[in-house]
């Protein structure tokens, strides 16, 4: 099999992971050869960016031997139908789903080719290319064992850092992920709908919380979660936290609960000696009259 520096890409699918994906490459002296999209123009954007190729699939397919494809999740399975119609010996396909595994690559043995799942841990939000803040991100890798050794170098010759992961650990793996991604942005939603409800901030919330968010990320690197731990749970401030809940939207209730309760937990073990039992049971009772009217 090729060398890391033999290595030639092509992407299916151009939106924000092939376009971001393939211009990091690029941008660390990997060969990119180009693009192949369900629209032409998508392609040829994303080719533009990367000063690769707009490409047919047989074209990419016999130029390329790291195949990638970046399409949504539920077309991995349809592209692969597809490219199983080529010659692939030796070559290795890659998809970057989160939580699908490379057995989605069916008869793949067969074709001489090895599969792969290479999940990048990062929102990607664009397509204009942008690689700021790529080459912090961490990689997870599962599929054939035999080209592992490859994928290492690869990866630290990226100087990116590759986790390895197994199949039957992907979903939850997905999960976490999706955790501290897009349902974080669920709560900072929830969060700057209540604060643009108060006096002067109907405009711009969040740009009044942004400082006050980075800085608590911050804190959580700098000093772990237990000592990044601030707010009325861990102060045990009870009236603080009862005169939330006289506030507190009943759909937002179980929310509100569930994440204090968490926080109580990281609580207690921050501060053992702390008697926490009447937020506990404050966090346990608050509501139960609504819950149970509906
Ligand atoms: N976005 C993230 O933050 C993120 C992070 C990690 C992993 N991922 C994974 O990366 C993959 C791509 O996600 P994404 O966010 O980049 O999606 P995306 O922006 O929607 O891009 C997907 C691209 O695939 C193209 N496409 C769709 N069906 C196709 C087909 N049958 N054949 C060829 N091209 C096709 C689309 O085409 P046209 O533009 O040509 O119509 C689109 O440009 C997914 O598996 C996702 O789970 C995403």
Known sequence: MALTSQLRSGF????????SLGAYLKSKGFDVIGYFSRNLESAKNAASITSSSCLTIKELVAECNLIWIT???DQIEKVWNELVHYELDGKLICHTSGVKDATVFTGIIAKGAFGYSVHPMRAFADKTGKIEGLETTCFTLEGDPTHY?????????LGNKLFFI????????????????????GLLSMGSEYLSQCGSFSEGAIEALL???ENNINNLKRNGFSNALTGPVERNDLGTVIRHFDILSPCDLHIYKDLSRKILDLAVKKRPKRDYSSMLQILETAGLDYTRSN
Do not use: E, S, W
């Open 12 to 19: 299916i699918g151009a939106g924000k992971v092939g376009v």
């Open 211 to 213: 400082p006050m968010i």
């Open 71 to 73: 399409t949504p999740d």
């Open 149 to 157: 050794q490859q994928f290492k170098q690869f990866f630290r010759t």
């Open 166 to 185: 197994d199949r039957k650990d992907k979903p939850m793996y997905h999960l976490a992920n999706v955790m501290v991604t897009n349902l974080v942005l």
